[in-house]
């Protein structure tokens, strides 16, 4: 597929707003949502505690509903499950990928992803560096930590998923 030099997804990228929500946010938040209700029991708790029932996750639900959670609850609650917490919703065999934070502010956080969402991500990725003005014919010293973090590894991939040269540097290093 030929791309203009500034866009990655030419028919999402220039779709108007009013159309990109109704045909590609709302549904995909909508399954989202269900998702989550059906499979996790952190969110189906949360769901229910706010008066929210799965049937109405639909593409008009009323986002203002939606239970407000924040970092120190899901640290919550992967101490009292450990190692992911209740959070997930899919079984360990559909994992493909665990990250962590980093742990700057508080314990480390971890983050699963399935196949999909790492196609997700290098999807909505790759979108963003051609949209800064990463081109196909760059070479792209990369410098981010490729540890458990999921900067260094995902910022690589994207990258690479442009077509640019990548050059895995990492940090610690201060020669060639």
Known sequence: MSRPRSMWNQAVETMPPLNLEREFVRPRLALALRHAFERSPFWRERFTAAGVESS?????????RLPVVSKVDILADQAAHPPY???????????????R???????????????EDVVQTLEAGARAFVCAGVKPTDTIIHCLNYCMWSGGLTDHLCLEQTGATVIPFGVGNSRL
Not at 102 to 115: Q, Y
């Open 56 to 64: 109405e996750l639909t593409v008009d639900f009323d986002l203002s």
């Open 85 to 99: 917490g209740s959070l997930l919703a899919v079984s360990q065999e559909d994992l493909c990928r665990i990250h």
């Open 101 to 115: 934070t980093s742990g700057t502010t508080s314990r480390p956080l971890f983050i699963t992803l399935t196949l």
